[in-house]
């Protein structure tokens, strides 16, 4: 629960943003996640230069998923460290993060992949239906895509913002491109908090009846 003091804390810091970005061209629905985004980071390429895209279905679909009490598989511990985690609790969906199952590391030596993809593989049942939250590793996105043109796997949404030098770009260009329900953004830009920001945001809408 948010104290009294730290809600006029983040009142004030939401006033701010608001401020600074000015118009945008985000939705009702998407702004929300974008400026919980920014707020989280305090960086505000994720409205301009670095912008964050939406699939015409996505937000709404997070909602109804979380909302039916769906699983969220996530790349890395670091976005459940960042989570609200009263949120999952309420809602009844079970969080799942596989990077750091020991039998994982043979199974990544054998398929000549890294233990992200291993992680996004074994979690194939859970994603259906489900929402897949990548903040690290685009090695894990593009294993979510590839699956999901193989047939094995149909997520609710896709939540595909990693951060780094090496095909962080190219994975989120490429899931842009997809007809999975995504949020992603723009250029290096992104990690964990991004992920977990994106969650909470659609946490808090679904709490405002949307």
Request: charged share 25%; glycine share 8%; hydrophobic share 40%.
């Amino acid at each position: 629960m948010q104290t009294r003091k730290g809600q006029s804390i983040e009142d004030e810091s939401m006033q701010i943003i608001e401020n600074e970005i000015g118009e945008h061209q985000y939705s009702e629905l998407e702004w929300p996640i974008v400026r919980r985004i920014i707020h989280s980071t305090a960086d505000f390429d994720f409205a301009r230069d670095n912008k964050v895209i939406f699939h015409k279905n996505a937000v709404q679909n997070g909602l109804d998923a979380l909302k039916n009490g769906c699983s969220i598989v996530v790349d890395v511990n670091g976005v459940i460290g960042l989570m609200n985690k009263q949120n999952p609790k309420d809602f009844k969906n079970n969080v799942i993060c596989n990077i750091s199952e020991p039998s994982l590391i043979e199974s990544a030596k054998k398929d000549n992949k890294t233990r992200a993809q291993m992680s996004m593989r074994v979690a194939k049942e859970d994603m259906n239906d489900g929402i897949v939250v990548i903040g690290n590793a685009p090695t894990a996105l593009l294993e979510v895509i590839e699956m999901v043109r193989e047939g094995i796997t149909k997520p609710a949404l896709v939540i595909g913002i990693p951060v780094g030098f090496v095909s962080a770009v190219e994975s989120k260009d490429e899931l842009s491109k997809t007809d999975i329900p995504f949020i992603t953004n723009q250029g290096r830009k992104g990690g964990s908090p991004c992920a977990s920001a994106i969650v909470n945001a659609l946490y808090k809408l679904l709490r405002q009846g949307n």
